[in-house]
Nanobody, 131 residues
């Protein structure tokens, strides 16, 4: 059974750091790509970062480049998102998800295509950045 479970969310001050974890069950991380997404109140869900399965290439949305880092632990069945220099606009519900098609570079999905590209989703976890 495929299951993804996010953890590590919370509240931090602007400029602070926070690490999110995605525990993954029933998915081979050396085959399938995994993405991190976020959705703020009143906004559409957007892709934040992704990491490849058969290859370990990573991609990020422009707003988090240089601040966020996605990584994986294949043996530990987990994908992580290290967020640094956090800004109030980073406040959102964060989700991890599996990309549908393996054996290709991962895709940082937009709100228009994430439903087609990603299939299994975690329940989401809140990240709040405020002073």
């Amino acid at each position: 059974q495929v299951q993804l479970v996010e953890s590590g969310g919370g509240s931090v001050q602007p400029g602070g750091s926070l690490s999110l974890s995605c525990a993954i069950f029933g998915v081979r991380l050396d085959v399938y790509n995994i993405g991190w997404f976020r959705q703020a109140p009143g906004k559409e869900r957007e892709g934040v970062a992704c990491i490849g399965g058969w290859q370990d290439s990573t991609h990020y949305t422009n707003s988090v480049k240089g601040r966020f880092t996605i990584s994986r632990d294949i043996a530990g069945n987990a994908v992580y998102l290290l967020m640094t220099n956090l800004e109030p606009n980073d406040t959102a519900e964060y989700y991890c998800s599996r990309e549908r098609l393996p054996h290709r570079e991962c895709t940082v999905a937009t709100s228009a295509n994430l439903g087609r590209l990603y299939d299994y989703w975690g329940q989401g976890i809140q990240v709040t950045v405020s002073s």
